[in-house]
Structure formats: C-alpha cells, structure tokens
C-alpha cells in the first residue's frame, strides 16, 4: 500500500506564508511527477497549483507564480509547497498528488493524499 499524507495547513493572515509538507511511504518504488492541487470552497474541481517531475523541472499556474514554490527531497519521497504572500482566493483544501510504481515492471499510477486546509483571511 502508498500513502502520502500532507501536512502544514492552517488559518494565516494576508500576505503570510505556510509551509505544506506532503510525505509518501508504503510501497514506493519510484516517483515521477509530484504535484499540489487546491480545491477552492464551493468547487468540485481540483485546481492544479504547482508540479515538481523527477529531474525537478517545476511549473506553476499563473495565480500563483512568483509567490509559491515546490521542491522535492526525493530521497524522502516527499514534496514541499512554500507559499508566500498568500491571498484570501489562495483558501482551500490542498492535495499531494504523486504519479509513482509500486514496482520496476509496475505501470505509473497517481496517487492521492487526503489533503490539508489551507484558510488566508483578509
């Protein structure tokens, strides 16, 4: 079994930072892509927010570039999301998403965690 469980949500003011962890463990053998993804209060969508591959090539949406970055200890199996700056319309839960083998012969398959509330107040 995977699991991947994030960690450092939380309620911040305007213009503050969070620090979200997202930690995967179980039966990993390797990880491709990692990514966070929100899901704002009132939608069903998940939003992509930012996506870390394997050689570290990041991307990011356009609401939130230049304030938030993803980096990856791959060694851990973990990713990181460091916000800045963080805006009222930043507010939802955030899921860890990574695209992983459970074994060498296995196909990718994503895998979720079970996200971590992020509240900015204005």
């Known amino acids: 079994q995977v699991q991947l469980v994030e960690s450092g949500g939380g309620l911040v003011q305007a213009g503050g930072s969070l620090r979200l962890s997202c930690a995967g463990s179980g039966d990993i053998f390797s990880i491709n892509d990692m990514g966070w993804y929100r899901q704002a209060p009132g939608k069903q969508q998940r939003e992509l927010v930012a996506t870390s591959t394997s050689r570290e090539t990041t991307d990011y949406a356009d609401s939130v570039k230049g304030r938030f970055t993803i980096s990856r200890d791959n060694a851990k199996n973990t990713v990181y999301l460091q916000m800045n700056s963080l805006k009222p319309e930043d507010t939802g839960v955030y899921y860890c998403?990574?695209?992983?083998?459970?074994?060498?012969?296995?196909?990718?398959?994503?895998?979720w965690g079970r996200g971590t509330q992020v509240t900015v107040s204005s």
């Open positions: 998403k990574a695209d992983l083998k459970t074994r060498r012969w296995a196909p990718v398959v994503g895998y």
